[in-house]
């Protein structure tokens, strides 16, 4: 079992930057894949991106790519989104999500059993 706590949303005019973090707790966090998806108002929730347990895999939803990094520091039990270019299409709730095993790659929040109580990113125009 692992506890997660987002944190680093605001509010930014498009074109800045935010570096959200996921800290957990609770458990071996080297063992859990962990994702961020975002949702906005009346809509679903969406992918965003990923990064397996060790690090060594990443993927991106295509309209953040070259934009959005995600990483993971194991000794320090967090997870970064590091958001750049912000754009007003961005604004959303972010989740982060986290599921044990490191075998398979999972894009969609039905397959996540752990998650943040969501921090907001709200992008200006």
């Known amino acids: 079992q692992v506890q997660l706590v987002e944190s680093g949303g605001g509010l930014v005019q498009a074109g800045a930057s935010l570096r959200l973090s996921c800290a957990a707790s609770g458990g071996t966090f080297s063992d859990y894949k962990v994702a961020w998806f975002r949702q906005a108002p009346g809509k679903e929730r969406e992918f965003v991106s990923f990064?397996?347990?060790?690090?060594?895999?990443?993927y991106y939803e295509d309209s953040v790519k070259g934009r959005f990094t995600i990483s993971r520091d194991n000794a320090k039990n967090t997870v970064y989104l590091q958001m750049n270019t912000l754009k007003p299409e961005d604004t959303a709730v972010y989740f982060c999500?986290?599921?044990?095993?490191?075998?398979?790659?999972?894009?969609?929040?039905?397959?996540?059993?752990?998650w943040g109580q969501g921090t907001q990113v709200t992008v200006s125009s």
């Open positions: 999500a986290a599921r044990a095993g490191s075998t398979y790659v999972i894009l969609t929040p039905q397959g996540y059993n752990y």
């Open positions: 990064v397996s347990s060790n690090g060594g895999r990443t």
